[in-house]
C-alpha cells in the first residue's frame, strides 16, 4: 500500500503563477491555468499546500521583504476568495554572489539546501519523506530528492527548458516525474495517495 502524502511544496514563481521576473506587487501576480484548481484538489484530499520560494529580488535590492510579504498575503487572499486553501508561504530573500549588504549570504533556506522545508516540517510537524516538492526548476525538483520527496517538474514557467537540461545530462538532478502543469502534479499525487 501507498504511504499518504503528508504535505505538498509548491514553487511560487512559474509554477503558481506566470514567471514574470521578480514581481515586486499583487498587480504584478498572474496565476497560471490550473493553480487554483490544483490547491482545490489537494485541499480535498487534506493535503496541506506550503509555497516554498527563492525571492532573490529581495538580495538585489529590487523589492523590500514586506512587499514579498504583501504579495503572499494577497495571494493568499486569492485562492481563499476561489475556495483554495495555501497552508503557507516560506520565502528566501538571500544570494551568494548577487545579494547586497546583509542579503549577501550562501544561506541555509536557498533551495536546493533544505532550510525552508525544515522549517515548514517543525511549524507543521510534518515528515518530509512523506511530503512532494513541486516545481518549475531543477532547483527545486533537486530540493526535494535532498530530503527523499519526490521532486516533480511541471513545464510551466522554466520548467520545458529544465526538463531538456536534465533529460541532456545525466548528472542533473533528475524528476521523479515531469507534468504538465501544477494541476497535473496534483493529480498525480492524489493519485500516489
Not at 35 to 54: F, G, R, S
Amino acid at each position: 500500500m501507498r504511504q499518504r502524502a503528508n504535505a505538498v511544496f509548491l514553487d511560487r514563481d512559474g509554477t503558481l503563477n506566470v514567471d514574470s521576473g521578480y514581481p515586486s506587487s499583487l498587480a504584478e501576480i498572474e496565476l497560471l491555468p490550473g493553480a487554483i484548481e490544483a490547491v482545490k484538489l489537494l485541499n480535498a484530499h487534506n493535503l496541506p499546500v506550503i509555497v516554498i520560494t527563492n525571492q532573490s529580488g529581495v538580495a538585489r535590492g529590487m523589492f523590500s521583504e514586506e512587499d514579498v510579504q504583501a504579495i503572499h498575503v494577497g495571494m493568499k487572499q486569492m485562492f481563499a476568495n476561489a475556495g483554495a486553501v495555501i497552508t503557507d508561504f516560506y520565502y528566501c530573500p538571500y544570494h551568494p554572489t548577487k545579494g547586497r549588504g546583509k542579503y549577501l549570504l550562501d544561506s541555509d533556506c536557498r533551495k536546493p539546501k533544505s532550510g525552508m522545508f525544515l522549517d515548514a516540517a517543525k511549524d507543521y510537524e510534518l515528515k518530509l519523506e512523506s511530503c512532494y516538492m513541486v516545481g518549475d526548476k531543477l532547483s527545486d525538483v533537486e530540493a526535494g530528492l535532498r530530503l527523499n520527496m519526490p521532486g516533480i517538474l511541471v513545464t510551466t514557467g522554466e520548467g520545458k527548458k529544465q526538463a531538456l537540461k536534465a533529460l541532456n545530462d545525466p548528472e542533473q538532478p533528475q524528476p521523479t516525474i515531469v507534468v504538465a502543469d501544477v494541476l497535473a502534479a496534483a493529480a498525480y499525487i492524489v493519485s500516489r495517495s
